[in-house]
């Protein structure tokens, strides 16, 4: 799925250096995928070329937490994710960059939802990221950087990285906050506004598969991020695969 983006306003040159560079990347990892696992909630080892199934869970900030301070999995049914959270299923490909995306534009409001996302997978072996702000009334974010960070082909940890605001000047609609992440004002997104505010997540993977081959799409990501995601949408092919729904 093509996305495309409201706010693109990146240099051409840069455009096109990226586009080149997400295109070889691709090509080198044309590995089989062997992992048989696709439950985000269950545990599995991979290795570079598989498919790696993650969920990315929807809330309000308080619903990550049991009894206000532990932060557990959304697998974990303690948490009344179920029935109060939204979920989207990603499978990208392992060492590959990708662009996930989630449309906002077409029902789904992340505001409305409870403004912060988790990513998240396994279950035995649970990681989860942070909670990551995404949107409220006044401030949505829609360019995020998602590391997952690998020993031995167990999932280890989840990482949101903060782009900085370096992007912002790029657009007039884009504001800086907390000084670290560009967002939009909610009120210019659509459907209120213009601006397609549809959540883009680039994806990299870090450290080792089972083999104990090193994954290095961290690397190329971070000689990337230069070349702001905000310009990039329309080059990517997304690996989307999962939509919103009651998954647990
Ligand atoms: C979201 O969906 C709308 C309607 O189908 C489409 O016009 C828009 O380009 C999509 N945005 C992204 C970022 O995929
Ligand atoms: C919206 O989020 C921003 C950034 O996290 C915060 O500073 C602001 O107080 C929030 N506004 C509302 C109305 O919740």
């Known amino acids: 799925m093509a996305a495309s983006s409201a706010s693109a306003s990146a240099p051409p040159h840069s455009l096109l250096l990226a586009a080149v560079a997400l295109a070889a990347l691709a090509s080198v990892a044309a590995a089989r995928d062997e992992n048989g696992v696709y439950d985000p909630c269950s545990d599995s080892r991979i290795q570079r070329g598989d498919g790696f199934s993650f969920g990315i869970a929807f809330a309000s900030l308080g619903a990550f937490y049991s009894g206000g301070s532990v932060q557990l999995s959304p697998c974990d049914r303690r948490l009344s994710l179920a029935s109060s959270g939204q979920l989207a299923v990603f499978r990208p490909k392992v060492d590959e960059i990708s662009l996930l995306t989630i449309n906002t534009t077409t029902g789904f409001n992340p505001a409305t939802a409870g403004g912060y996302m988790v990513a998240f997978a396994g279950r035995k072996y649970a990681a989860r990221s942070a909670p990551t702000f995404v949107s409220n009334s006044s401030y949505t974010v829609s360019s995020f950087t998602l590391v997952l960070e690998f020993n031995k082909g167990r999932l280890q ?3 949101w990285k903060k782009d900085g605001c370096g992007a912002c ?26 601006v397609d505010c549809s959540i883009g997540i680039q994806l990299a993977f870090s450290g080792t598969d089972k083999h104990e081959s090193v994954l290095n799409s961290w690397y190329e990501v971070s000689n990337l991020r230069q070349y702001s995601l905000y310009g990039l949408y329309s080059n990517l092919k997304d690996t989307l695969s999962g939509q919103f729904n009651k998954f647990f």
């Open 157 to 159: 940890n989840l990482h």
């Open 169 to 194: 000047a790029k657009s007039s609609s884009l504001v800086c906050i907390g000084k670290q992440t560009c967002a939009f004002r909610t009120q210019s997104c659509k459907s209120q506004g213009p």
